[in-house]
T-cell receptor, first 112, second 112 residues
Framework: GENVEQHPSTLSVQEGDSAVIKCTYS??????FPWYKQELGKGPQLIID?????GEKKDQRIAVTLNKTAKHFSLHITETQPEDSAVYFCAASKAAGNKLTFGGGTRVLVKP | KAGVTQTPRYLIKTRGQQVTLSCSPI?????VSWYQQTPGQGLQFLFE???????NKGNFPGRFSGRQFSNSRSEMNVSTLELGDSALYLC???????????FGPGTRLLVL
């Protein structure tokens, strides 16, 4: 089955700096890649997603890039703020289903 | 529009008991998926329902079951609880298959 690896597991950045989280997936049939942010005591919240027919997508300070050939995708957060501190998860799914396979998560700490 | 709601939010059970968790999707959403989140295994897919039909099932024992009603609300049941079933159980809904999934706050189950 699909396997998603996520790195790094923890990331500490200074406020205002950029943060980058990388994920690789194993199943070339995967075609949908969402990113979720989870704060303590809450469920995951979608922050951005990308489909396999697009190489890059941006939403204000957040961007995601996808390299289908290499089977990896990355989350970029620019101008980080303390409220960006949370656990971030990447995920992948294939057509014909809603099953999301998640990466192990990245705990991001933005230091003021 | 109200988000995904899950009840109860917290639950304490003892080994051998059974438990039923409930999920009400966002209005208009017909797909509901369930995930288990633990510190050791991360986020793992349990099952997916669309229009009252189970479309996909994760790699969990038969003690884990679910169903979806005609109003799209879903329940999951765990019988003969084990200590290892202690986890955050998350429900996600989407309008249809392969559309954005929105998560609820989860039900935290503790098995003693």
């Amino acid at each position: 089955g699909e396997n998603v690896e996520q790195h790094p597991s923890t990331l500490s950045v200074q406020e205002g700096d950029s943060a980058v989280i990388k994920c690789t997936y194993s199943d070339s049939a995967s075609n949908y890649f969402p990113w979720y942010k989870q704060e303590l005591g809450k469920g995951p919240q979608l922050i951005i997603d990308i489909r396999s027919n697009v190489g890059e997508k941006k939403d204000q300070r957040i961007a995601v890039t996808l390299n289908k050939t290499a089977k990896h995708f990355s989350l970029h957060i620019t101008e980080t703020q303390p409220e960006d501190s949370a656990v971030y998860f990447c995920a992948a799914s294939k057509a014909a289903g809603n099953k999301l396979t998640f990466g192990g998560g990245t705990r991001v700490l933005v230091k003021p | 529009k109200a988000g995904v709601t899950q009840t109860p939010r917290y639950l304490i059970k003892t080994r051998g008991q059974q438990v039923t968790l409930s999920c009400s999707p966002i209005s208009g959403h017909r797909s509901v998926s369930w995930y288990q989140q633990t510190p050791g295994q991360g986020l793992q897919f349990l099952f997916e329902y669309f229009s009252e039909t189970q479309r996909n099932k994760g790699n969990f024992p038969g003690r884990f079951s679910g169903r979806q009603f005609s109003n799209s609300r879903s329940e999951m049941n765990v019988s003969t609880l084990e200590l290892g079933d202690s986890a955050l159980y998350l429900c996600a809904s989407s309008r249809a298959v392969q559309e954005t999934q929105y998560f609820g706050p989860g039900t935290r189950l503790l098995v003693l």
